[in-house]
């Protein structure tokens, strides 16, 4: 479990509060699973974001009359703190019964509050139901690994020894699965998701990439350390002249959470897919 992840509200029984309370959000410190990595705040090998969207964002027009919308939150990848998942629902629930002027003022607020929970800029945007649904789902890019005929053994602990690649052959190329599953670290309840990479680099082998991403099955971590580590094995192995791994993760408590990492500095798309 990360050490403050046991002080926060995920696991525990909890009043929801329905009028405006910014102090419920709790924030989680990163350096502790940076270091497990090896890593620290000045040696991040990766750019990137954290996209949440929620799902059950609502307030009160100054009339009294309710609104209902989905939210958009993008967490640079290098501030200081997670927001720990139970704690931002609760804030957001508490939104529920307060009155804003209009949707800019919400924004505003929610800006100034994630901000200051995570440690750095937190990019808002609210969006109405029309915009999204226009939208519609989108497809995850590059060839699907999911149906390779291969033998699995390992579910605890993710397996990076089970990579392999050509060292003769560059390629460039994206991959993508469905069958990434962890556990919450706190809960254990399972968190499922959908990962890409997207490399120009040494050619990885894809049954060992599924080997891999399998293994992470019953291991327990937050969203954003599995992204990490993947990012990090593969670097390690590939040696890439570029590289992106981001996951899509299934939404829990109304919230999905989807981080992104890659070498390069790129404008990151959020897209729903079917599960989300």
């Known amino acids: 479990m990360h050490p403050a992840a046991e002080h926060s509200p995920l696991g525990k ?14 924030p989680i410190p990163r350096a502790a699973k940076w270091a497990e990595l090896g890593l620290t705040a000045e040696t991040l090998p990766y750019k990137g974001v954290d996209f949440w969207n929620c799902f059950e964002l609502s307030w009160l027009l100054p009339s009294g009359k309710p609104v209902v919308a989905i939210g958009e939150f993008s967490i640079p990848a290098e501030s200081p703190n997670i927001i720990e998942s139970k704690s931002f629902k609760l804030y957001l629930n508490s939104l529920n019964q307060t009155a804003f002027a209009d949707t800019q003022s919400l924004e505003a607020t929610l800006c100034t509050d994630l901000s200051a929970a995570a440690g750095l800029p937190v990019s808002v945007r609210i969006r109405s139901l029309a915009e999204v649904e ?24 993710p397996r990076p020894e089970l990579l392999r690649c050509d060292d003769s052959r560059m390629v460039e190329e994206s991959v993508h699965s469905h069958l990434l599953k962890s556990n919450c670290p706190v809960t254990s309840q399972p968190d499922w998701g959908s990962v890409v990479v997207e490399y120009r680099g040494h050619a990885l082998d894809h049954a060992s990439l599924l080997e891999y991403i399998v293994s992470f099955r019953q291991h327990s971590d937050f969203h954003e350390q599995c992204v990490e580590r993947i990012f990090l094995d593969l670097q390690r192995l590939l040696k890439p002249e570029k590289l992106t791994v981001y996951a899509r993760y299934v939404r829990r408590g109304g ?11 790129v404008q990151f798309q959020n897209v729903r897919l079917a599960r989300q």
């Open 13 to 26: 029984s909890s009043e929801y509060i329905s009028t405006y309370t910014p102090s419920l959000l709790f």
């Open 134 to 157: 226009a939208e519609g789902v989108m497809a995850l890019p590059g060839a699907c690994i999911d149906d390779l005929d291969i033998s699995v053994s390992n579910y605890e602990h």
């Open 255 to 265: 919230l999905d959470i989807n981080p992104y990492r890659s070498t390069e500095n």
